[in-house]
């Protein structure tokens, strides 16, 4: 099979290397698309790396059809269309999933769209849902709001009733937020973000993947009681916080990763987003949006998509 292969400052090419049989638990997938996430470029640039007994290859979530399964698995069979949440190797014509990350496509998919959705809607769920326990009438503030992990968390916020605010660094950027479900998109390079949500109530859930300055601001726009999740640090990982603030508005200052977690954390998150989200999207409320599509060879490009920040929505390689 081909695979993408990655070394330091060398670009992403194609290998051909033995086709990989599926141990008890686990299934092969042919796949058809794998999503590209902000991940795999950290982990390319030595920064996030892939736990052990992971694979090396980049790829953290695919859609196929179930080529072959190991012992002891029950719920699929081969010929079954599946997405799947990896450890890695999704960039690759065939890929390894632990049975309890894998579920159906959603009815009404394409295999494109299904592929950029497990990384993407296991984040949302554990951190939005999860460690922010947001609340339907509650306000989430979610900034990259054009970002694949935005757009998702705009609709998966509004299918649970709450309010949504986003930044996003472009007009129509913030558009795209607002046709999605956000109440008001604020433009972070003209408008002062903080300030806004101030004016507009506050945010009792704020989902930050930019980290450094904008902490401080996170806690001053919350309202008492509220809860900043971090899922990353775009402007880095240090951050002046005034403790007083979080003390008195009794505030939760939290943050996760997701490929960390162990095969049964992630199998229990797999059922919560499929008995939840799964349904939001076979009626219509939650729908990936795909910014563009690359061949797998293509894979190089397809990464300076995505660290271009030109992109919104997903992009996604096509096996």
Known sequence: MRKIIHGPGTPLSLAVVARPEPGAGEILIKVAAAGVNRPDLMQRAGLYPPPPGAPETLGLEVAGEVASVGAGVTRWKEGDQV???????????????????????????????AAALPETVFTVWANVFEAGALKPKETLLVHGGASGIGTTA??????????????????????????????????????????????????????????GPYVQKNLNLL????????????QGPQADVSLIRLMLKRLTLTGSTLRSRSKQEKARIAREVERVVWPWIEAGKVRPVIDSTFPLADAEAAHARLQSGAHAGKVVLVA
């Open 223 to 234: 309202n008492d009681g509220g809860r900043c999740v971090m899922i990353a640090f775009l």
């Open 154 to 211: 705009i609709q998966m916020a509004k299918a649970h009733g709450a309010r949504v605010f986003a930044t996003a660094g472009d007009a129509a950027k913030c558009a795209l937020a607002e046709k999605l479900g956000a109440a008001r998109a604020i433009n972070y390079r003209t408008e002062d973000f903080e300030a806004e949500v101030r004016d507009l109530g506050g945010a009792d859930v704020v989902l930050d993947m930019v980290g």
């Open 83 to 113: 997405c799947a949440l990896l450890a890695g190797g999704g960039y690759a014509e065939y890929a390894l999933a632990n049975e309890g990350t894998v579920l159906p496509i959603p009815h009404g998919l394409t295999m494109i769209e």
